[in-house]
Structures are given as C-alpha cells and as structure tokens.
C-alpha cells in the first residue's frame, strides 16, 4: 500500500482499522453501571479523574521528548546542519493539548485538573461522602496501578529513539480520538438518558456549582469543555493536532511512511487496550460496590 508521509495517519483511517463503535459502546456501558448508585458514580468518576489528571503532565513530557531529540528531525533540503533540525515544530503541535490542561482559557485559566475537583466533589455531595468515605476510596487499587504504569511508558516516548518516539505520537492521537467520545457519552448517560433523575436531578435542583480553593465552579464544565453529547470539545482540536504532529514527523525521517505507520498504529492500539482496560475495571468496581449495598 502506497502511503503519503504527509497523511500516515487520518481519521478516516483510524475508523477503517478500529472499531470504534464496540469501543465507545464499552464506555458508554460502563458509566451505565455507574449511575445506578450515588456512591458507585462517585468510585466511576474518581478514577476517571485520577487517570486523566495525568494527560497534561504526560503530553508535556511528549513534547519535551521530542524536543530534546534535535538530531532525529531534520529537513532533507536543508544542508546546514544547525538550520536543518525541525523537531520543536513537532514539539508545538504535541504542546497545543497541554496548554488548555494547564490553563483552560474558558475558565479563567486554571488548570482541568481544578475543573476536574469540581466535578468530583459535586458528584461526591450528590453521594452524600462524608470525607473519610472519599478519601477511603481515593486509595489507588492494585488493577489502577498497573494502568497508569502502563500510560505512563506508552505517552511520555523516549528522546532520542524515533521509534517509540513515534509510537508515543499514536499514543497520543489514541488518547485525544477516543477522549472526545468518552466525555460525550458520559454527557449523554448522566444529562440526557437519565435526564430529571440522579446526579442529573441534583445539579437541577442545586446551583451546579461548586467552590474550589475559594472560587466558585460549574460542576460539569470539565465534562463539556471537552466533549458533549450532540457536541464535541477541545478534544477535536486536539486530536487534529495530534495527527498534524505525526504527519509532520513523517516528513523529517528517513524511514518508510509504512514503517512510520507501522510504529504509530502500534502506540494507538497500545493506549486503545489501557483505555478499555480502564472501563472494564472502573465497571466491574461499581457493579461489585452495588452487589455489597444491595446485600
């Protein structure tokens, strides 16, 4: 197959050789389970917090991988050495996903992380936690550690070596694609198909809001602002930029665009199994946690 490096990965592709739809439908079934009980979506959205508070520190160490690997991205028209090197242009479109992680222009610039706590202490409240009872199921479990180990090697890439710095690009177009889909559906399980009902009634008969480090906050922005149901967020915008940066790698490699293709569809099935991996075990917790209240 005839590969163009500027387009080694696109989104058409991607759905060509993914099913995405039995992907999104594990997402979606799993917040399913969790929005039967007020303190099993607490458990649900604590460890979906915990794992994607990680993304912009990883991402940053992506761009910062790619960056220090000067000597692997180089201009093949260029004859100066020192004007030939082109790996923060790389860097940049790696770094765009990051900015709004630690900034969100939307919410005044503080960082998601702050968004997310929002969103974790309403869910919280909404269960009716006392602190010890969160903090209780804030301790990290033994299947958590194993996937964020696991994140962890995948996103952060290694400088100087070009193959997995290209894997960790999949990596990344992985995470940001399928990103997008789970804040929609979980949009759609939490406000629409149990619209008036659970957390949903909750945020309807409150103010929706919030306080965090003394300032006021929407309970559910973090969810939107990246994806929602009927909609789409930053994670679009990201994704794109995710695959400009990797097509843009291509270009500035030695390696065939097949062998490129080879190592980034490689690093985008890697992060696709710790992603259903997540689900799995976030659903099999909250199905567990029901059977024990129900006894």
Known sequence: MNISKQSIL????????????????????????????????????Q???HFNGYA??????????????????????????????????????????????????????????????????????????TETERNEIAVTPDWMVGVLDDLFRGYQGVPGNSAALIRAMGF??????????????????????????????????????VKINDRQFSAWYWIVIHGKHQGSGVEVEHFECALEALNVAAAYRPESAQQIR????????????????LFREMAKECSELRVLELV
């Open 172 to 209: 990344h177009v992985a995470s940001e694609i399928l990103a997008d889909r789970e804040y929609a559906l979980i949009d759609k399980v939490v406000r629409y198909d149990n619209r008036g009902k659970g957390f949903d009634a909750f945020l309807r008969t409150s103010d929706g809001k």
């Open 47 to 49: 460890r979906y917090v």
């Open 56 to 129: 912009g520190s990883l991402v940053a160490r992506l761009a910062s991988s790619i960056g220090l690997s000067r000597d692997l991205f180089n201009n093949p028209d260029c004859g100066v050495i020192d004007e030939a090197d082109r790996g923060m242009e790389i860097a940049a479109k790696v770094i765009a996903a990051t900015i709004d992680e630690h900034a969100d222009e939307g919410a005044k610039y503080v960082p998601h992380r702050t968004l997310a706590q929002a969103t974790l202490k309403a869910v919280g409240n909404y269960a009716g936690l």
């Open 10 to 45: 696109s989104k058409d592709l991607i759905e060509q050789l993914y099913d995405l739809p039995s992907i999104n439908k594990l997402v979606e079934s799993s917040c399913q389970v969790a929005v039967r009980d007020p303190k099993a979506m607490y458990v649900f959205m």
């Open 262 to 277: 080879e190592y980034a569809l490689q690093g985008f099935s890697d992060f696709a199994e710790i992603q259903q991996r």
